[in-house]
Each structure stands twice: as C-alpha cells, then as structure tokens.
C-alpha cells in the first residue's frame, strides 16, 4: 500500500516545531493565617498576638502567655543579694492578668519609697493566687556562695507554691531544674507584673528583717542601710567589727575582723560547707536531721540568727 501524499500527517510531534512547555500551576492566594516570614537578620519569626507590646505594661509578658495558653505566670525574685549583712530573701508571686491591672501602684521594689512599698506588698498578698517567701541566712551563704544560695532559694520558693504555675519569668538569669516553662528575662522586676510583686515582697520581708536586726545591733544602722555597703555602714564595721549577721565572705567584711573572729569562721564554717547541700535540701523537704543540726550548730555558735530550721520559709498559710 502506498501512502498518499496530499493525505494529512499523521497526528504526532513535529520535530521542528518547538515543543510545548506545560502551563505553570496556578498561584494561590496566601492564607490569611500563614505564619510571617522572618526577614533578613532576624532569626525567629514573629507571631502575631504572641509578642509582647512594648506599651502594654507590666501586664504584656503575663497576658501574652496567657493567650498561648501558659497561665497563671509565676515570677521570682530577689533581695539583699548585694549586702554584706543580714539574710538573703528570695519570693516567688503567682499572679493573674485580670488582678495586675487592679494594681496600679506595684513597679519594681527599688523605684518605690518605703511607704509605696508597703502598699504594694498589701496589695500583692491581697489579689496574688499564690505566693511564697524563702529566708537564707548569712551562714548558708558563707558555706556554699552567694549565686548557689541564690540559686537555691529560687527553686525551694518556686517549689513552695501550692498553685502550678503554666509559666516561670526569673528577673537576671535563668533558673533550671523547675520542671516548668521559664525565661529570664533582664530587668524583669521593670517590665514584668509577676517579677515586680516577687520582687516588693522579697524587699519588704527582708527590709522587716533587718529592722529587726537594727534592734538587737543598733550600732550599724541597719534600719537605714539594710546591710548594704554604704559609707555609714563602712565606717561601723571599722569602728565595731562584724557581728553575727554579717557575711564573712564578703571581704570588707573579713578585713573588718579580728584575728579571734576569722579563727572562729574558719572553725565552724569548714565543715558546714560539706554539709550545707544537704542542709539546704532538709529545710526544704522538711527531712534529714543531720543536715537540718549543721545549720543550727552554725546558729548556735552565734554566726548568724538568720536560717533556722522552721524559721526560713514563709507560705500562704503563715
């Protein structure tokens, strides 16, 4: 059979036709809840709504947490972590957005006046959910160091809470071990509600405390300083050496002292620091005679009054 030749091709690619590119897939519209694009030199994207206002206040951290579902927020914090004397007090506050915004005078501790601070550590302890206060005394931070004490103190006051909080914010550094969400945030006790009530409970317990103090060691002045190193307080740990509540880690302190007293430290705080983990631990649990009579002998050998198995805990019910 011949084929014809007026007859059309068969149907089929022509060689020297270009062929054909298939059509592009239609673009979609972007959804309307796709998440932003980080752009260049930022490392995580933004998530709107979950991003706290910087005019929001002191409520903006708690209500964004709130939001994504993390509540109540706790806040810790400290005070008396720069004095060479007295106790270091560590609080950790529970609070919810909507009793934040009832509370117009509460700021971080060091901005207010005294009597500011009284009125807003009324106010704290009337709308808190929960709250908790941790005393350390001068001999616990001779034997294990200041940042362990400090450490330390932010886990037992967190561990006080009767509440459990959905969220941690710690004011400086962070905090492991909590087995709780948290972020350290800088300056939390200027921007954060939580960490600001933490932080006005922790000053004005200790502030009370150092009153106190002032009444059996009125040669210090501690009513006024607090046990901070200023020139007032300089001048009497020349003129009268440490006392008791002093911390003979700080090495103002140390130089202030007699030969006698640096003797008797060294004595007694030597075998305190092997045992001072452990007594940490039994205040806390409420467990461990041997560890709970560390502490007291460094009591009773009149070190320091303050850290007292039963009396370095405040809690809700107290």
């Given amino acids: 059979m011949t084929r014809d030749c007026d007859a059309p091709a068969a149907s089929g690619p022509d060689p020297s036709a270009p062929s054909a590119l298939p059509a592009p897939p239609a673009l979609s519209a972007p959804s309307a809840r796709a998440v932003q694009v980080a752009p260049a030199g930022q490392l995580y994207p933004r998530y709107?709504?979950?991003?706290?206002?910087?005019?929001?206040?002191?409520?903006?951290?708690?209500?964004?947490?709130?939001?994504?579902?993390?509540?109540?927020?706790?806040?810790?914090?400290?005070?008396?972590?720069?004095?060479?004397?007295g106790p270091l007090v560590v609080a950790a506050v529970v609070l919810e957005p909507a009793s934040i915004r009832r509370m117009p005078g509460l700021a971080d501790s060091k901005l207010l006046s005294p009597q500011a601070r009284e009125d807003a550590y009324a106010e704290v302890l009337r709308r808190a959910v929960d709250w908790h206060v941790v005393v350390i005394g001068s001999d616990q931070i001779d034997a294990t160091g200041l940042h362990v004490c400090n450490v330390s103190g932010m886990r037992r006051a967190f561990a006080g809470l009767r509440t459990k909080p959905g969220y941690v914010l710690t004011d400086g550094f962070p905090v492991r071990g909590l087995g709780t969400p948290a972020l350290a945030v800088w300056k939390g006790d200027r921007v954060t509600a939580s960490v600001a009530a933490a932080s006005v409970l922790a000053k004005v317990s200790r502030d009370r405390m150092m009153r106190d103090l002032h009444e059996r060691y009125p040669q210090y002045g501690f009513d006024r300083h607090k046990g901070y190193v200023t020139d007032e307080h300089v001048r009497a740990l020349e003129q009268h050496g440490p006392c008791p509540v002093h911390r003979y880690s700080f090495v103002n302190v140390v130089a202030a002292a007699g030969p006698s007293d640096r003797a008797a430290v060294s004595a007694v705080a030597a075998p305190a620091a092997l045992a001072a983990p452990a007594a940490?631990?039994?205040?806390?649990?409420?467990?461990?005679?041997?560890?709970?009579?560390?502490?007291?002998a460094l009591v009773a050998s009149g070190l320091s009054p303050a850290g007292a198995s039963g009396q370095d805990e405040r809690r809700m019910d107290s």
């Fill in 48 to 85: 709107p709504g979950y991003t706290p206002r910087r005019d929001g206040g002191l409520a903006a951290y708690e209500t964004v947490l709130a939001r994504a579902g993390f509540t109540p927020v706790a806040g810790i914090d400290e005070a008396g972590r720069g004095a060479c004397a």
């Fill in 280 to 296: 940490s631990a039994a205040l806390g649990a409420g467990a461990g005679a041997g560890a709970a009579e560390a502490i007291e």
